[in-house]
């Protein structure tokens, strides 16, 4: 038996997730019957994490066990021509059998986009909130550094939250603008991505935080505040949640692994 490990990219706009749910149509769907058609084999995919109703992701990772004999070089082609085109398979390796996708993950990185043009965008539509009202970019930098640390993140996380712990470690977060598109003299304000990387995240938290981002840029909550948010530990102290297409898995890391 042989423990592949595997990276996909995807626009979630037409799925409903990653993980498999009842009424399919979700990305590991897809894959699990592309790696059937492909090896005749009834698998399940362990991925890195799940992704929400049209969210995205460059480098999703996932492993399966599998006794196809397939060489690895072999299998992106293969998989991708058994897939939609909006999933693509693009690294496949071989790991020790003890490697686990989701629990060997030290750091995760979602990118969260605005468009703060005045208008939007329609060649990336799917992959950016637009915002055309002026934000303050300065005051929702100061409220972003307030998340960075170890804290109990319950008041940005979905209140169907099932997890026994809320507390999370957020390494790193930043904002990076994109004016390569403003228009000259107009109150285009580019385009507006924000990184934040963690040790794990809860459903929904990242939309929540730049939902309540979006108000600080606003006017409508101060940027101090956001710790008082976050030390409520209360869903209703934050903003509301982002919308789900401006947001994408961005990366995963682990330790090195051995093939």
């Not at 090896?39 to 196809?68: C, L, M």
């Not at 915002?131 to 409220?143: C, F, I, N, T, Y």
């Amino acid at each position: 038996m042989r423990n592949l490990l595997m990276k996909v990219n995807y626009d979630g706009t037409n799925y409903d997730g990653f993980q498999t749910q009842p009424q399919g149509n979700t990305i590991q769907d897809h894959l699990e019957q592309a790696i059937l058609h492909l090896t005749g084999e009834r698998i399940k995919i362990t991925a890195s994490g799940r992704t929400d109703a049209g969210v995205h992701a460059y480098g999703q990772p996932f492993n399966f066990v599998t006794s196809s004999q397939i060489p690895t070089q072999r299998w992106c082609l293969a998989l991708n021509a058994r897939l939609p085109q909006d999933i693509v398979v693009t690294e496949a390796t071989e790991v020790p059998l003890s490697f686990h996708s989701r629990r060997g993950a030290k750091r995760k990185t979602y990118r969260y986009t605005i468009n703060g043009n005045r208008f939007p965008d329609p060649f990336q539509r799917r992959w950016q909130h637009h915002h055309p009202v002026k934000l303050d970019l300065s005051a929702m930098e100061q409220g972003l550094a307030h998340i960075v640390g170890t804290y109990d993140f319950t008041s940005f996380a979905s209140r169907k939250s099932t997890k026994a712990s809320h507390v999370r470690t957020i390494f790193e977060a930043h904002m990076e603008i994109d004016r390569s598109m403003c228009r000259s003299g107009s109150g285009d304000q580019g385009v507006i991505h924000t990184y934040i990387t963690g040790s794990g995240f809860l459903q929904h938290m990242v939309r929540i935080i730049m939902g309540t981002l979006i108000h600080v840029g606003e006017g409508k909550i101060r940027a101090e505040a956001v710790a008082g948010i976050l030390a409520a530990c209360d869903r209703a102290a934050a903003g509301p949640t982002a919308v789900a297409n401006g947001l994408a898995l961005w990366s995963v890391e682990y330790d090195k692994v051995e093939s």
